[in-house]
């Protein structure tokens, strides 16, 4: 049996937390309509309750005489973001762990891999939550809604984006301690 190299590791963990956070999306996906309507007041209750308000604040663009398609982000529609941020930045980790690992030639250097990353998490993460809103067709009361795949969208492509900047910054500050490192050896 062959060992699993430390540099691995990152990529098992990530695949865990991927795995339960796509699960915990399908579980919720799962829920028929009025089930998923009661645990949605509740959630919503208990963060109007603890003072939360500030996370699910009401966005609308579009609608109205402009002839727009109506995108109102509200109370349950956080959740679609919020889950789906946070799969985002783990796809996106994955991904960069994963070319960081089996990439070899141009990949190999930290930054050109980050632009790869991030695309392929967003293909992965567009993937699955088209897949989510497919399987929401055969739950009773659910319908699969392209508006979904807009909430699900931003949600994670913000979270890509958060991940691909923080991981640009550490490896420009680590490029930068490198040079300095190597000015001050080199003379």
């Known amino acids: ?19 339960g956070i796509m699960v915990t999306i399908f579980c919720f996906s799962q829920q028929p309509a009025e089930e998923s309507t009661e645990l949605s007041k509740t959630v919503l209750d208990g963060v109007k309750d603890n003072g939360l308000e500030v996370f699910i604040p009401v966005i609308s663009l579009g609608g ?8 109102r982000l509200e109370g349950r529609k956080w ?40 695309a392929l998490a967003f293909l992965s ?19 699969g809604q392209a508006l979904d795949l807009l909430y699900d969208s931003s949600g994670f492509g913000l979270g890509i984006t958060a991940a691909l900047t923080a991981a640009a910054v550490v490896f420009a500050l680590l490029y930068t301690r490198r040079a300095r490192k190597n000015r001050t050896l080199g003379g």
């Open 1 to 19: 049996m062959k060992m699993m190299r430390l540099s691995q590791l990152p990529i098992l963990v990530y695949s865990v937390m991927a795995i």
């Open 64 to 71: 109205g005489d402009k002839g727009l398609p109506k995108f």
């Open 79 to 118: 959740a679609h973001f919020y889950l789906y941020a946070l799969l985002g930045v783990v796809g996106f980790l994955w991904w960069e762990r994963f070319l960081a690992v089996r990439g070899s030639g141009r990949f190999a250097s930290s930054l050109k891999r980050l632009p790869l990353g991030a």
């Open 125 to 143: 993460c567009l993937l699955y939550a088209c897949t989510d809103e497919f399987h929401q067709l055969f739950v009773d009361g659910r319908s």
